[in-house]
């Protein structure tokens, strides 16, 4: 018989097979934690039932890893749930799988298992079965329930989904209006689904029918919702008795190994006694007690007949507090919303009026939280004001030598910062509740205890338990993990108190500054395990202040009494003068624009995106002197929104996004062509930088769309050329004469239509500038204007914008953009030699203006998954040094509200701004060779080059492989965003180096335009920022093939290739004899050589499959960072590690080609020679040559679709992986997560599925050690 098991985070399911594969026993309970016993028991009664003594045995889901003395009966889920599914079901062409904690699609297994493609959820429960089961418990129904209730509902109610806490929200809300409770269940079902489509099917094509499996497959609002969203019809999806087995079904199929019931009981029995527990996180008891104790004592005076109230509504509280003239609370309530803010209110000023009974006369209102406009206006309040500022006050109030708030709320958290009484940085919480004191009361409702009592029990916890930083749906997988290994319920809940601490300190705080004296605030202060988790993980003194629970509405009160002694609800003064400058941008950029259609012409189709917001008059002129019509797409809509996602496979910056969703709205309105270039470089007008690229996104957005719109379907031609205006008006033309000459259209039309054109350009950038020059010399002298600092389509998409500049022109404000700064005459070259992106030197000049002048305060806003903004935000901050501004990460998830809040609240922080002069002296000075030279760790190169530049008389020192404690070092000189690679060499220098040493650390940039080439920069600025000594060494690999000091630096990064291409066994061996070569001279024979060596090291292995490793070259030499999934693969595969050399070479025969090097005669010569060894090694290598053929075959297959793209060595990977395709049986990508360059890779190469002949995977990697990656790679493996 044949036994599968299929051991999930909530639930256990188990099938029995007969020999002729027929499911003879099955069952499926929840395990509570209590796998090992629940397991035992069924083992038991199998035993029982069949009488037998061995099976066969195979054990898959989640779970399965903890049984290390199973590990060879473990097989990966996906391909049990495909095996499964083949056999019962061999119609099917595509599983969704929806469980408890994990969501899968799986599809194209069903011919050529090669070419399985599948995909799974992130880290956050949104669109998994825990979503809905959340949301059960809170409402006191069973999942069976809800499938019952969703039957009865008539309207569906449109549910929030992007987190389960948040829904709540909704939900409560809702159900306070009277919607039916089926409607409402419908609308969660709904929102699941939606979840589900967007993280993990995304724009992946849907093939029919499909197998839906996993705990949620019999729920008729799934199951509805599923046919709704993915627009199935009735007989496309599958739901059969057997979905939740099929996967232990599956793994029965695969059951290779014999056990018998004897020694499977030992061992699970061993498993479940013999669990070993310790923990490195302190006890909460020894941090304090009773802190909350007495903190809300009324003054015990003779109440008053008058006070200031102020009330703050909040998504979880509603808080009142009365003040007298001094300023002390006489009266204060604490009521739960429960969704209804009106009703909340309404009841606290009834409770306050009992308490005086001569009645109470509010002298002035004022309302704060996310509710204040709508209690303002019921109430007509005197002042409406944001709630970081009330935060601020209370506390500022009650001390004035207070720096530091936390504040913690329900739904939502916040961090200010305060110096002399006024708030000077602040931060939310964004889409996730993790960081928030929701995220324990939901813990402690599925926990059975109620919140009250969680801090005594989390007190008596002498062991806590690390439950780590996770969603706070899927941390009751850590829980239940927990309770499986016996750890007792005062270390669990404990641990629950670390881990909103670290969620909050992580998500909200980041990197920013701490200060002396910290105010725990908000009702959070009630946990004692909480404040002692803040003390614990800070080393700080936390302290929480008189009435912590209502700080938002004591500060709200004291605002009400300001209010009432100006006499006045707004003493700002008027400046009215208006200038609309937006209109008079919008009239220049759609100057000549006619909104018609000629039938009887062509239509060209632009979409009003990115850079088209400032050359769309150029190419409208263009086209239209050619002869066609044009159609410029709408203004971004919440129509454009939903476009948008439904056009996009991957996730990308928002504004790249949202292009897909405006071409295809242009798409719908029967255009004949799309125009939509990629921008390779923009000349600046002062840039003095060696090359002016953009992003990698501009460099490739048609083909990024592309990728997702399939344009000879809809019979449009997309119209992609390259444009570089680098090379003078001349190649211009030349390109848009070739684009001509696809259009059918003449040279002469072409050459006159261009003319006309490229007249407008300087003429739209003047006038820009000279409104802002209007503006701020007539600006009164304590005139306060705002600055959008921004790229031109942040400053004009309404959604990319948020209404910032609406809500400030309402507020009574002028607003500038920096397109109206003279910011272009601006030289960086001291400051940013190698600022190779034109807007970063754009921005970096504006801020110098904007600093510099007394009147403007800038809002710089960003956009998420933007690899430029994550390196542009450190410098822009250091640049503003002690002058406030304003940061906005924009995203589509970004709320309104929240950015309405933190507007206000910068506005209210410059009220007390006087001024202060504090000057970042930085010049960018990237020291030369020096005796003592730190190496970031890279193996084996940086042991290579140690060797190098100890024979050259300096004193090399390797810094240590990073650790989780080195990566928490990194971790905080970041916002959260930045690439992997960056933070883990941040970590690597500031855990190993100290302020007192001297020397350099060896970092080689590079001509971008990936935010790699400006880690030099990045860093040195850090250490400067630390007051370090050590800066960085930074030469340009562009140059070394022109550089003699390096003239041996490419054959020790050939050593290091041929090395890691070795024998795994005897790479030590390797190391060794590289270094006697370097030591003795580095000459050709002696390369040729070794490369001898390391084949007779190859020979002796015997693997079958190969596989080639590419990527992001500094992840993949440093183990730590791809997590060291290769060191057991390559026992089993022949793995080729994509040749660093191969890459370099590439750059430089690149750069050599574009004709930009200065010793021609030198550069030539040695790429020749390069070139002529590495030709070599592959002569002698043969089959296990790492090479490829030739750099020219790399070239030919990356320029079909980049033909100029720079950066991330982008080009190379690209031409690498379709050239070696041939060579291996799959390619795995290992990436940092977010790096943009990755990102357009993923886009290119999955249109190119049918030329990539072998399976492709795309591993990213980020701060987090799930086990995700082994996962993924596994099921990939599989397959091979």
Not at 260 to 277: D, L, R, V
Not at 750 to 776: C, D, F, P, Q, W
Request: glycine residues 6%; proline residues 2%; neutral net charge.
């Amino acid at each position: 018989m044949k036994l599968g098991l299929d051991l999930g985070n909530s639930t256990i399911k188990v099938t029995l097979l007969d020999s002729a594969n027929t499911l003879i026993y099955k069952e499926s309970f929840f395990h509570l934690g209590k796998i090992e016993n629940k397991v035992l028991n069924i083992i038991n009664s199998i035993e029982t039932k069949f009488k037998e003594k061995t099976f066969f045995l195979a054990i898959t889901g989640d779970n399965s890893k903890k049984f290390l003395k199973l590990k060879k009966y473990i097989i990966n889920e996906i391909p049990c749930s495909v095996e499964g599914t083949k056999f019962l079901y061999p119609e099917v062409k595509t599983i969704i799988d929806i469980g408890g904690q994990n969501s899968k699609y799986i599809t194209n297994f069903s011919s050529k298992t090669e070419q399985l493609i599948f995909a799974t959820n992130t880290s956050c429960s949104a669109g998994t079965g825990s979503f809905l089961e959340e949301q059960a418990s809170r409402l006191k129904i069973s999942l069976d329930e809800i499938s019952t209730l969703c039957r009865s509902s008539k309207n569906m109610i449109n549910i929030a989904g992007r987190c389960s806490v948040f829904s709540k929200t909704d939900i409560t809300h809702h159900h306070q209006e009277g919607a039916k409770i089926d409607d409402i269940l419908m609308g969660l079902c709904t929102a699941l689904i939606r979840n589900f489509k967007g993280n993990v099917i995304k724009r992946q094509q849907l093939e029919t029918p499909i197998l839906l499996i996993g705990g949620l497959s019999s729920n008729y609002g799934i199951n509805k919702s599923l046919k709704t969203v993915l627009q199935l019809k009735e007989n496309e999806l599958i739901v059969n008795k057997d979905f939740n087995v099929v996967t232990a079904f599956g793994a029965a199929l695969l059951s290779r190994e014999k056990i018998s019931i004897e020694e499977f009981k030992n061992i699970f029995e061993k498993e479940e006694n013999n669990i070993k527990y310790s923990s490195s996180l302190n006890p909460l008891k020894n941090f304090g007690i009773n802190d909350s104790l007495n903190k809300h004592n009324l003054k015990g005076k003779e109440k008053t007949n008058e006070g200031y109230l102020g009330i703050d509504i909040g998504s979880t509280s509603t808080n009142l507090v009365v003040t007298d003239e001094d300023g002390d609370v006489i009266s204060y309530k604490y009521l739960r919303t429960k969704g209804d803010p009106i009703s909340a209110v309404e009841n606290g000023l009834e409770e306050i009026a009992k308490e005086f009974p001569n009645g109470i006369a509010f002298k002035s209102i004022v309302t704060t939280g996310s509710g204040r406009y709508l209690i303002g206006k019921k109430l007509n309040a005197d002042d409406i004001i944001n709630e970081i500022t009330t935060q601020a006050k209370a506390a500022s109030h009650m001390d004035k030598d207070v720096d530091t708030i936390f504040e913690i709320g329900g739904q939502d958290s916040k961090y200010i910062h305060i110096e002399n009484g006024i708030v000077d940085d602040f931060e939310m919480n964004k889409i996730c509740a993790a960081g928030t004191g929701s995220f324990l009361e939901e813990q402690s409702l599925k926990l059975g205890t109620p919140i009250e009592d969680f801090s005594a029990i989390a007190l008596k916890g002498e062991a806590p338990c690390d439950l780590g930083e996770r969603c706070t749906v899927f941390i009751e997988g850590s829980i239940n993990k927990a309770i499986s290994e016996n750890i007792s319920y005062e270390n669990i809940y404990s641990g629950l108190c670390y881990s909103i601490v670290k969620n909050y300190l992580n998500g909200v705080v980041g990197n920013r500054t701490i200060g002396k004296k910290i105010f725990l605030q908000g009702g959070i202060a009630y946990n004692q395990g909480v404040v002692n988790a803040f003390r614990a993980i800070t080393g700080r003194e936390i302290i929480v202040p008189s009435f912590f629970s209502v700080t938002g509405a004591y500060g709200a009160s004291l605002y009400a009494k300001e209010v009432f002694d100006r006499k006045s609800t707004d003493s700002k003064e008027s400046f009215s003068e208006k200038i609309d400058y937006k209109k008079q941008s919008k009239e220049i950029f759609l100057e000549d624009y006619i909104d018609e259609i000629d039938p009887s012409k062509k239509t060209v189709g632009i979409p009003r995106v990115l850079f088209f917001y400032k050359l769309f008059p150029i190419f409208n002129k263009f086209f239209r002197s050619l002869g066609y019509n044009v159609i410029l797409s709408d203004e971004t809509s919440n129509k454009t929104i939903n476009l948008s996602r439904e056009n996009s496979t991957h996730e990308i910056c928002y504004p790249i996004k949202l292009a897909n969703g405006h071409v295809a709205e242009l798409l719908a309105k029967g255009v004949d062509y799309i125009f939509l270039p990629n921008l390779h470089e923009v000349m600046h007008h002062s840039s003095t930088a060696r090359t002016n690229y953009s992003c990698m996104y501009m460099q490739s957005v048609g083909k990024i769309v592309e990728s997702n719109i399939n344009f000879p379907e809809k019979k449009v031609v997309l119209l992609n050329p390259s444009i570089t205006f680098k090379f003078g008006k001349t190649y211009i033309a030349k390109t848009l004469l070739e684009m001509c000459e696809t259009l059918g259209v003449s040279k002469f039309k072409g050459i006159n239509a261009i003319k006309n054109s490229l007249l407008m350009y300087a003429r739209i950038t003047n006038h820009m500038e000279n409104i802002g020059k209007t503006v701020i010399e007539n600006a009164k002298k304590d005139e306060k204007i705002f600055v959008i600092m921004a790229r031109e389509y942040d400053v004009a998409d309404p959604i990319l914008n948020m209404g910032i500049s609406k809500k400030l022109e309402d507020m009574g404000y002028k607003v500038l953009s920096i397109g109206n700064l003279e910011a272009f005459s601006l030289n960086l070259e001291k400051d940013y030699p190698n600022m190779y992106w034109p807007f970063g030197q754009h921005l970096l000049a504006g801020a110098k203006i904007v600093k510099d002048t007394q009147n403007l305060y800038a809002i710089h806003i960003t956009n998420h998954g933007c690899g430029p903004d994550s390196i542009l935000s450190h410098y822009f901050k250091q640049e503003m040094s002690g002058k406030p501004y304003l940061h906005i990460e924009v995203d589509e998830h970004s709320s309104s509200v929240g950015i309405i809040t933190r507007l206000e609240a910068f506005v209210n922080s410059l009220e007390g701004y006087t001024g202060k002069n504090i000057n970042w002296n930085y010049k960018s000075h990237l020291e030369s060779n020096n005796q003592k030279i730190y190496i970031p760790y890279m193996y084996p190169l940086s042991n290579l080059l140690k060797e190098k530049f100890k024979k050259e008389g300096n004193s090399p020192i390797i810094l240590p492989q990073s650790t989780a404690k080195s990566l928490n070092v990194g971790k905080k000189f970041i916002k959260g965003k930045e690439y992997l690679s960056l933070t883990n060499i941040l970590g690597d220098i500031f855990s190993n180096i100290t302020k007192e040493d001297e020397g350099v650390i060896f970092l080689p940039q590079d001509e971008g335009g990936e935010i790699s080439g400006q880690y030099a920069e990045f860093i040195n600025r850090k250490l400067y920022e630390e007051k370090y000594k050590v800066k960085v060494f930074s030469p340009f690999l562009e140059d070394i093939p022109q550089n003699n000091e390096f003239k041996d630096y490419f054959y020790v990064t050939i050593l290091s290739d041929l090395i890691m291409n070795s024998n795994y066994n005897e790479r030590e061996k390797y190391i060794e004899l590289a270094k006697n070569i370097i030591n003795s001279g580095i000459t050709e024979d002696k390369i040729l050589k070794f490369t001898n060596e390391i084949k007779k090291g190859l020979l002796k292995l015997n693997r079958a499959k190969n596989l080639l490793v590419i990527g992001e070259f500094s992840v993949l030499m440093t183990p730590t960072m791809n997590k060291n999934l290769f060191e057991a693969l390559e026992k089993k595969y022949h793995l080729y590690y994509s040749p660093y050399s191969e890459g370099l070479l590439f750059k430089w025969i690149s750069y050599f080609n574009s004709k930009k090097v200065k010793d021609f005669k030198l550069y030539s010569s040695n790429i020749n020679n390069y070139t002529s060894v590495i030709e070599k090694i592959s002569k002698i290598l043969g089959v296990d040559s790492p090479y490829s053929e030739s750099i020219s075959k790399i070239e030919d297959y990356s320029k079909i679709d980049l033909k100029h793209f720079n950066g991330g060595d982008g080009k190379y990977r690209l031409g690498k992986t379709l050239d070696f395709n041939s060579k291996v049986d799959g390619i795995i990508a290992v990436n940092s997560m977010h790096e943009n360059t990755n990102t357009v890779l993923k886009h290119i190469l999955e249109n190119k599925k049918k030329d990539l002949l072998k399976p492709y995977i795309n591993l990213e990697f980020d701060y987090s050690s799930h086990g995700n990656m082994n996962f993924l790679l596994d099921s990939f493996l599989f397959y091979l």
